[in-house]
């Protein structure tokens, strides 16, 4: 038998209650005297298991017995032989011997730790029977307990017989817990969370809140209310509320909880919280305890018509509150000596009170005691403020009743259990009903002390003053240095207040009247709390002295930084490594989806991004399905994106839902769509994207990206291929998207069209670069892009130029059908500066510099090219490591418009140098022009070249702006060369429209360059300078260089190369002295030329050759009219290419192809004619004169795939013994056009 002595035990019961720290005044049901017993009864413990609980070896569970006097210390239902106990069908009994537990109430099972194999214990009875008196105490639990996630792991009950055996004696009430989960990202959890009310007779116990009046719980921004079923606790005073979520992110944000008895109760307990509950946020807890801030009383109006004064304040905003004021004072324990001398000060919306001085005898002890003030016209009372000198001993007060009986207005301010805090003052907010509760807050004030002449004690005081309310005049008093104020040091103060909102200014000051006495105060720095977002900086860096400065000694400071923080506790272990293995859980919607479908999911995070990752696309709806996935070392990830195909006509699946969580680190992230995948006929592929919600980190936002797609309006630019366009940002791309409907045009890309197309997708940042492809395959099948241009959305008037000026065709460039297209530039459409503006020529220009590759002392160059000419080199020499943009004002002169600057880095012997200019911004003066250059990445990535220069067109609204080129350099060493050339080597090329100024020939690399016979290619990016005229070259002093020629071209794969011969040497040979002169040439161009415009086919892309099946579609016009054409005469096609042609080859019978509309058709050629020229069409000779209206023709290569088409829109006309032969040209991508005669 076990003998199990009382928690605590004496006479003086009525402050030692177990679990309550309220004395017996403050307790409904409690009574004046307490009669012991002073033995110990003997008890029969009945454990009733029910049949369905899950069997387990060794279970440990606990019990503690709570009586009218004290309660038992918990002991273990364990049976001295060691049978087996609580098996699923039995009823156990054990003995156990109390002391003056007295009268039992309630009783409370807990199941001890490491029982997390236990499945789950049904609990089903509990009986008590003393066998002494045979009274019997029944308590019916009937719930399970259980160690696993979720589960409930202790219970507490209430007896519902006694030992009088009357049912009923201590009857269970109900509770509503109201829950609100703030308004912060990523708030939200699923976790399980659980809560413990405390009151003036104990707690409820730990209580699993799992039944919400919301169909989702704990939602960001909701409130969620549940139902306890325990004891009357009495005079709530805190909550205990925590979750079993484990990991940064699985946490939750709790705004305040809210108590009240019953659905119909007339007070609201209210515990705010305004604090996170997870493990990798602020403090890092997952559990707090929140102390009662007030009780709003909830008016009722037909019992406030029978009393005399209303149960809340409800006080009209523009009522003066004036004249005299009754205050009683109820004390903690009358019989324990508290605060005696205290001040009180009310806070109004209209003014603040003088203070009212307290001063009590610390003789006259009681219950509570009343007094009056008068505390002037204050408006609508917000809070009340008590401050004291001392704080040797505690306040010893539970409540303030504040009632003004002329205005039948109460107050009533709990102060207990804050007033042990062991503060000099206590903020007491007014709470209202249906009004937010207020917060209280902490602030952690830092003052910077500059200097200080005196060593006295300094008196010293601050206000805060915020958008909501104001603080009051608070003297700082506990320093976290022995000694406060000292020259050079920094005092950190925690002042506990209610929430001031936003703040605005400070004042502080002193009450040292003499000179030499003040202080030299730096600047003051304040953040709510030790873990807030945010911190404010006010400077002063003056005197508070009557002989210094302004000879003040109080001073309003404004806030003159404001920055966020990021506060965390530091963690005691080393942080886990992310790892890229995630669980991911997707809850479906109860709609049903269609089957046949294809899902992907691709992330993104900090490191890059995962390819699209096949997922099978389950279908049952409602169900809740599990993943295992590998997204590698992406970094933090920010965004998922799910893409669904189908072919199936109105496919679509329906996530309610998604979890994630982190297999390594336990990080948590939880998603909500809100939209579906849905596939269609005519766009077959389906997007949804979702941010990564983390906690008080802005998510990206969705965005609805307008894309206009120009098509050149040169022959053959249009294409009927798919086309898929992705963009992409600094927060990752879109995916590649499908472009199939077309906001402007019917049928999509055709020659010189523009198609705008809507692109959904989360926020991408600051755009870095487009990539289109197609899947046209077959040289003639291509695309020939001129540029991109993309809004953020309708109203956006700032376009996003991305220049291609390419053809995406297998026959030409690099025969690739997908390209990626850097950001030119953007320009403001709604900026738009008269052109014939007088200019004086100084602009105003402010560079963005990246400070980690741009360094003091480094000396850079600016020339602008105007219509009338260029401006001379301008040098900024105070560019340097920072992050702020360098402004300054530079004069180019009368050049006219500018259309294009230049930046030159002069340390060219720089081998480690990383272009550093980000951006440069140019603004005239005089005109407003306003010119922004992107320099932060080069147009041309692939280039291998040091770039020491670079230069950008301007962008101005409405006008087009200059290409910029790559141009292709092939150097030609001559075959007398014996050494490598080591000067550096300049080119500058000249054309009708400017020069690229002088350009190193540098490689990246080790590349020796200049050799004998040698061809090196180099790459120039330049604004187009025209038709290529002058090359100009200079050699540094050194050895001799045997250039033999100079071939450029546009870019590399120009249909037009431009040749510049020499075959001399530049620089001493033969004897010459002439090695330490600068050599400088200038050519002029030797011949035009023709040049590759594509790269080798590779073994996988068939040749284009005319041998082989074509299919013919031919479209007649409407002019036609087919009835009173008839005829016997056969339509004939020539192929004419550079090595011959065919033999004419019938079509079929005129009166076959020659129909209405589109008509197709299949012939042979038995001969390669070469690169195809032209193609002949006529008629076989006829009796009659045959004739055909053809629209537009079509031909393409069933194996090589090579098509070409031609639009006619003209009359075939034979005659008898005439042909009729009609010619159509045939435009290959890239070749020089040749026109119709």
């Known amino acids: 038998m076990l003998r199990l002595v009382p928690f605590t035990v004496g006479v003086d019961m009525e ?112 009986q008590l029977k003393n066998k002494g008196t045979g009274g019997a105490y029944r308590f019916p639990f009937n719930l399970w307990l259980s160690s696993t996630e979720g589960g409930n792991t202790e219970a507490t009950i209430n007896a519902v017989t006694s030992e009088t055996g009357v049912d009923g004696n201590l009857p269970g009430v109900r509770y509503q817990v109201a829950i609100t989960t703030g308004d912060r990202w990523g708030a939200e959890t699923d976790a399980d969370m659980y809560i413990t009310l405390y009151g003036a007779n104990g707690d409820s116990g730990q209580q699993w809140l799992k039944v919400s009046d919301n169909e989702e719980k704990f939602l960001r921004n909701q409130i969620d209310t549940f139902t306890i079923t325990c004891q009357p606790l009495e005079n709530l005073y805190k909550v205990v509320i925590g979750h079993n979520g484990i990991g940064h992110g699985a946490g939750v944000f709790i705004d305040k909880v809210i108590v009240s008895l019953g659905s119909f109760a007339l007070q609201e307990y209210i515990f705010p919280c305004g604090h996170w509950l997870d493990d990798g946020q602020e403090d890092r807890k997952t559990e707090r305890e929140l102390l009662l801030l007030g009780i709003c009383e909830i008016r009722d109006e037909e019992m406030e018509s029978e009393l005399e004064m209303p149960m809340s304040p409800v006080v009209d905003s523009d009522t003066q509150q004036a004249g005299e004021w009754m205050f009683t004072v109820k004390t903690l324990f009358p019989d324990k000596v508290g605060t005696r001398d205290f001040t009180i000060i009310a806070h109004g919306l209209s003014a603040v009170s003088t203070p009212v ?74 709470i ?95 953040r709510e709390g030790p873990f807030g977002p945010y911190q404010v900086t006010f400077f002063c860096e003056q005197w508070l002295d009557i002989g210094r400065d302004d000879r003040l000694i109080e001073k309003e400071l404004k806030p003159t930084v404001e920055e966020m923080l990021t506060m965390v506790e530091p963690l005691v272990d080393e942080p886990k490594k992310v790892d890229g293995d995630w669980n991911i859980w997707l809850k479906l919607d109860e709609k049903q989806g269609c089957k046949d479908v294809r899902l992907f999911i691709t992330a993104y995070g900090a490191n ?97 990206y307008i894309v206009q797609v120009f098509t050149g309006d040169i022959e053959s630019a249009g294409t009927s291929s ?98 990626k297209c850097p950001l030119l530039g953007d320009v403001d459409t709604s900026e738009i500066v008269d052109a014939m503006a007088d200019s004086d020529g100084v602009w ?258 068939k040749l284009f050759s005319t041998e082989g099946e074509w299919e013919v579609s031919t479209v007649t016009s409407p002019e036609h009219n087919v009835v009173g054409n008839m005829t016997d005469a056969q339509v004939l096609l020539v192929f004419v290419g550079d090595k011959g042609e065919t033999a004419p080859i019938s079509l079929g019978l005129h009166q076959a192809v020659v129909q209405l509309g589109e008509s197709q058709s299949k012939i042979f050629v038995n001969k390669d004619v070469g690169e195809l020229q032209k193609l002949r069409i006529g008629f076989t000779e006829s009796s009659t004169s045959p004739c055909w209206c053809l629209q537009s023709i079509k031909l393409q290569h069933l194996e090589n795939k090579a098509q070409f088409a031609y639009t006619l829109n003209g009359w075939l006309k034979g005659y008898p013994r005439n042909p009729g032969w009609r010619e159509i040209p045939v435009y290959w991508p890239g070749t020089i056009q040749h026109g119709v005669l």
Request: net charge negative.
């Open 15 to 126: 402050s030692q209650r177990p679990h309550s720290p309220f004395p017996a005044h403050l307790m409904r049901n409690a009574t004046d005297t307490i009669e012991l017993c002073g033995e110990a009864d003997e008890f029969n413990v009945y454990v009733k298991t029910a049949s369905d609980s899950f069997p387990v070896l060794n279970p440990v569970a606990y019990m503690t017995v709570y009586g009218e006097n004290s309660s038992s210390e918990e002991f273990q239902l364990i049976l001295d032989d060691n049978q087996p106990i609580l098996m699923p069908g039995t009823e156990d009994l054990f003995e156990v011997e109390l002391l003056d537990v007295h009268l039992v109430e309630k009783i409370r099972i807990r199941l001890g730790d490491g029982q997390e194999n236990w499945g789950g214990w049904h609990l089903e009875e509990v």
């Open 357 to 430: 001085v307290i001063q009590l005898d610390p003789d006259d002890l009681g219950p509570e005691y009343e007094f009056k003030a008068d505390m002037g016209n204050l408006g609508d009372i917000q809070k009340i403020v008590l401050e004291r000198d001392s704080t040797d001993i505690d306040w010893n007060l539970h409540s303030i009743v504040m009632a003004d009986n002329g205005k039948r207005c109460e107050y009533k301010f709990i102060l207990y259990p804050r007033s042990d805090n062991g503060n000099h003052y206590l903020d007491l907010p007014v």
């Open 432 to 526: 209202r009903q249906l009004a937010d509760p207020p917060f209280l807050t902490t602030y952690i004030l830092e003052v910077n002390t500059l200097d200080r002449e005196c060593e006295d004690d300094l008196p010293m005081y601050i206000n805060l003053c915020g958008e909501v309310s104001e603080m009051g005049r608070r003297w700082l008093h506990r320093s976290d240095h022995e000694k406060k104020f000292i020259k050079g040091q920094v005092d950190r103060f925690e002042l506990e207040t209610v929430s001031l909102g936003p703040l605005r200014k400070c004042i502080v000051g002193h009450k040292n009247e003499n000179e030499g006495e003040g202080i030299q105060l730096g600047k003051i720095v304040l």
């Open 608 to 704: 890059g991004n995962t390819a699209d990752l096949p997922m099978n696309p389950l279908m049952l709806h409602g169900a809740t399905y599990q993943y295992l996935l590998s997204f590698g070392d992406i970094g933090d990830l920010f965004k998922l994106r799910f893409t669904l195909m189908s072919n199936n006509e109105d496919a679509a699946w329906f996530i309610n839902k998604i979890k994630l969580k982190n297999v390594t680190t336990q990080e948590e992230l939880l998603m909500y769509p809100v939209d579906s995948l849905k596939c269609t006929t005519l766009c077959p592929v389906s997007y949804l994207e979702m941010p990564s919600i983390k906690p008080d980190v802005i998510p990206l936002q969705a965005f609805e």
């Open 722 to 819: 798919n086309v898929w366009l992705m963009l992409h940002g600094e927060y990752g791309d879109t995916g590649m998207r499908l472009l199939k409907q077309s906001n402007t045009n019917i049928v999509p890309f055709r020659k010189g069209q523009v198609d705008e197309f809507f692109i959904n997708s989360l926020d991408l940042g600051k755009l870095d670069h487009v990539t289109l492809k197609h899947d046209g395959k077959g040289r003639g099948a291509g695309w020939y892009i001129q540029k991109v241009v993309v809004k953020y959305a309708l109203n956006d008037t700032v376009e996003r130029i991305f220049p291609v000026y390419r053809w995406l065709d297998e026959g030409i460039s690099d025969r690739k059908l997908e390209i």
């Open 844 to 1101: 105003q220009c402010t560079i963005v510099t990246d400070p980690k590759g741009c360094h003091i002392g480094d000396r850079w160059n600016i020339e602008a090219y105007g219509e009338q000419e260029i401006s001379s080199v301008i040098t900024l020499d105070h560019l340097g490591e920072t992050d702020l943009p360098t402004q300054c004002q530079l004069t180019f002169g009368n050049i006219g418009r500018i259309y294009k600057i230049r930046m030159t880095y002069e340390n060219e012997d720089d081998m480690h140098f990383k272009w550093p200019i980000r951006n440069v911004k140019l603004q005239d003066v005089s005109t407003m022009d306003l010119l922004n250059f992107d320099f932060s990445h080069s147009l041309h990535p692939d280039n291998n070249n040091m770039e020491f220069c670079r230069e950008l067109p301007a962008i101005r609204a409405g006008e087009e702006p200059r290409r910029v080129m790559n141009y292709w350099v092939c150097v030609h060493t001559g075959n007398h060369q014996e050494t490598p050339v080591d000067p550096n080597v300049y080119v500058t090329l000249c054309g009708a429209h400017g020069d690229t100024g002088q350009r190193l020939l540098c490689r990246i690399g080790h590349h020796v360059i200049f050799q004998r016979n040698q061809m090196d290619i180099f790459a120039i990016e330049a604004v187009d300078i025209g038709e290529i005229e002058v090359l100009k070259i200079r050699k540094n002093p050194g050895g001799p260089w045997h250039l033999k020629e100079i071939i450029l071209k546009e870019d590399q794969y120009s249909p037009i190369e431009y040749l510049f011969h020499l075959d001399d040497w530049l620089g001493g040979h033969d004897g010459e002295d002439r090695w330490a002169e600068v050599v400088d040439v200038e050519l002029h161009r030797t011949a035009i030329r023709p040049g590759d415009i594509a790269t080798p086919a590779t073994d996988d892309l």
